[in-house]
Nanobody, 129 residues
Framework: QVQLVESGGDSVQAGGSLRLSCAAS????????MAWFRQAPGKEREAVAS????????AYADSIKGRFTISRDNAKSTLYLQMSALKPEDTAMYFC??????????????????????WGQGTQVTVSS
């Protein structure tokens, strides 16, 4: 069974940093997209960053570009989201997601949230001003 478990969420002051982790179990070596999504109360789900495991190519939302970095540790089967210069508007529940993709896929930027088949339970990030 595929299981994704997020951790690392916390309360932090604006300008601070935080690293989120997503431990992935039972994922094969086949190419797949892994991503971080977030959702704040009353707002729609937003894709924050995604990564194609075959190439390690990454895509970011404009709202966080330059502040967040997505990466993966293959040996530990863990996806990370390094967040810096946090802003109050970054406050949200952050979710890890994954989906198997074709070898023809050039990246994960075009993969929507509804296409992801595996989801974690989420971890809360709260940024105070």
């Amino acid at each position: 069974q595929v299981q994704l478990v997020e951790s690392g969420g916390d309360s932090v002051q604006a300008g601070g940093s935080l690293r989120l982790s997503c431990a992935a179990s039972s994922l094969t070596a086949s190419p797949y997209c892994m991503a971080w999504f977030r959702q704040a109360p009353g707002k729609e789900r937003e894709a924050v960053a995604s990564l194609l495991t075959r190439t390690n190519s990454a895509a970011y939302a404009d709202s966080i570009k330059g502040r967040f970095t997505i990466s993966r540790d293959n040996a530990k089967s863990t996806l990370y989201l390094q967040m810096s210069a946090l802003k109050p508007e970054d406050t949200a529940m952050y979710f890890c997601a994954a989906v198997r993709v074709s070898l023809l896929s050039p990246g994960c930027a075009a993969v929507t949230g509804n296409q992801y088949t595996y989801w974690g339970q989420g971890t809360q990030v709260t940024v105070s001003s």
